[in-house]
């Protein structure tokens, strides 16, 4: 039996997900200064690598991509086991 056949039953259960885009680091001052729809810009553009993260624990890989006016995430690699 496959790993992906052999955790088929668990297919309900519900995961937090978490794209790490970038960090940015800002002076208490400048997060005082937010508002609604204010933008914090990253260096990070379409094309770039970035870490996926399931339940905190880093999963796969993949790069940022725009797909009509939306960003999104496309899986390019797994993480291979140690």
Same mark, same amino acid.
């Given at each position: ?11 309900? !259960?519900?995961? #937090?997900?978490?794209?790490? +885009?970038? /960090? ?5 001052? &400048? %997060? $005082?200064? !937010?508002?609604? #729809?204010?933008?914090?810009? +990253?260096? /990070? ?5 970035? &870490? %996926? $993260? ?29």
């Amino acid at each position: 039996m496959s790993p992906i056949q052999e955790i088929e039953g668990y297919s309900d !259960l519900c995961f #937090d997900v978490e794209v790490q +885009l970038d /960090r940015k680091h800002m002076t208490l001052e &400048d %997060i $005082l200064e !937010l508002e609604t #729809d204010s933008v914090i810009r +990253l260096p /990070r553009s379409a094309g770039e690598n970035v &870490d %996926i $993260l399931i339940g905190g624990a880093l999963v796969c890989f993949g790069e940022i991509v725009i797909i009509e006016d939306t960003v999104g995430v496309r899986i390019t690699d797994f993480r291979e086991e140690e």
